[in-house]
């Protein structure tokens, strides 16, 4: 499961368990207990009532007593004293409190006294904190939520800690001891489904390419070195037998330094080239280029070319009036480097081209096939990458350096399509190539 999903339904399920928590405590404990808090509230309710009751019955008939007896009583609000004499209503004493108290005992009581004189009573008798006894009640309800709260702080810590921070410790731990002599490391790395994982899948990743990055680096050295080696052996050979070789054997020795030089000089050019576009491809601009149009244009292009040499081309598309972004520079540079391939690998003078154009969902594909010398399955694969030449003995007797197709993989990576070798339907090689429809 994702972080982004897993941390919301953490919290969920800590504040939930709050909650439950919350509500047993509640119900089982607090509730009990208010309700004992009712009951001491009404026991002491009437014993006020009885013993201000009490006190006016022993003032009683004093009336200036009975009502000195209301004033000194404490923590009073508003109290009223009546005289009720048949349907007479007589008011012997008011006293109206100047600060009123939201929670308070209302009394309205009827005392008849011992001669059968009757009088009304009614009195607020304010309440604090003291008289519903919960003082303890409060301090439990405080120390309840704390360690709930202690509770849900450290199941959020324990989770970051097992889940992120250790995680990511480990994960720097590890990717400290990569190294090009030992990129797998990250192969013990644990499997996670959420972005911690796709963080050890990533970084596993780039030691696989630096790994590869690192062999290709050694590969391109061991080409480079073995291409310039051959014919300056050959220009070493010829330059000790010049010493010793008649003027006519000396022309044909200079001829063959000459030739082994240009190829040398070649050679370096195909690798400036080679780095010169690698810089490229990381500062091309893409631009909306009609796709039917550049189609045709390459294809009568390379037409006209193959028909000067007495080959031939066959075309054919699908393509529809609309534009793709790319770079067309590029794109035109890898059909030239697979015509010229399959003119340089052709089996004779009977060359045959095809070249097709089709829209398959989102891509446009482009197939160039030949009927040349074609390739084993198990080369169809390795020619895409540096510096590889199908001769097993890497003489230069077609030429090239083995960076033709290796450009066009890269070009066509950075227009986010695929490239792939299988055999024609002419029996040579053909190559697939696609590019995403961008609009």
């Known amino acids: 499961m994702k972080l982004r999903y897993k941390i919301p339904l953490l919290l969920l399920v800590v504040m939930s368990s709050i909650v439950l928590v919350a509500f047993v405590c509640f119900r089982y404990y607090f509730v009990p207990h208010f309700f004992e808090s009712n009951r001491h509230l009404d026991r002491l309710a009437v014993q006020k009532e009885q013993d201000i009751v009490n006190k006016l019955r022993q003032s009683y008939p004093d009336v200036s007593q009975m009502i000195a007896h209301l004033k000194n009583e404490p923590r009073s609000g508003n109290i009223s004293l009546s005289s ?22 209302h009394f309205h009581k009827s005392i008849v006294m011992n001669d059968r004189s009757v009088y009304e009573l009614d009195i607020d008798y304010p309440l604090s904190w003291q008289d519903f006894n919960v003082d303890n009640l409060r301090g439990q309800v405080y120390l309840a ?38 990129p797998a490391l990250l192969r013990s790395l644990p499997r996670r489904r959420d972005e911690i994982g796709e963080l050890y899948v990533g970084f596993s990743r780039m030691a696989v390419r630096l790994r590869q990055a690192h062999e290709e680096q050694v590969e391109m050295i061991a080409a480079i070195t073995h291409d310039l080696k051959t014919p300056l052996t050959v220009i070493r050979g010829c330059n000790e037998r010049v010493r010793t070789q008649s003027e006519a054997d000396r022309a044909e ?41 550049f189609f045709e244009s390459v294809a009568r292009e390379y037409e006209n070319e193959l028909d000067g040499f007495g080959y031939r081309l066959v075309w054919s598309h699908n393509l529809p009036d609309m534009r793709i972004s790319m770079n067309e520079k590029m794109i035109r540079r890898v059909f ?14 009977s060359l045959k081209v095809t070249l097709e154009a089709v829209i398959k969902k989102k891509e446009v594909e482009f197939v160039v096939g030949d009927n040349g010398e074609g390739l084993s399955k198990e080369e169809w694969t390795a020619i895409f990458k540096r510096f590889y030449r199908v001769e097993k003995s890497r003489q230069r007797q077609h030429g090239g350096t083995g960076l033709g197709l290796a450009i066009c993989r890269t070009i066509v990576e950075r227009h986010g399509g695929t490239i792939i070798a299988n055999r024609s339907s002419l029996g040579g090689l053909e190559i697939r190539f696609t590019i995403e429809m961008i609009k």
């Open 336 to 349: 030239a480097n697979l015509i010229s391939n399959a003119v340089r690998y052709r089996k004779d003078d």
């Open 84 to 105: 009720i004499q048949g349907d007479k209503r007589t008011e012997i004493f008011s006293y109206e409190a100047a600060k009123k108290n939201e929670v308070a005992f």
């Open 145 to 182: 939520l704390i360690l709930l709260l202690i509770a849900a702080v450290l199941l959020l810590a324990l989770f970051f800690h097992l889940f992120i921070a250790k995680s990511l410790y480990d994960l720097n731990r590890l990717v400290e001891g990569i190294s090009i002599r030992s």
């Open 253 to 293: 020795s200079d001829q063959l330094i000459h030739r082994k030089i240009i190829e040398m000089s070649s050679l370096l050019n195909d690798f400036s080239a080679f780095g010169s576009n690698e810089l490229e491809m990381h500062t091309s601009e893409f631009a909306p280029v009609p796709i039917r149009p």
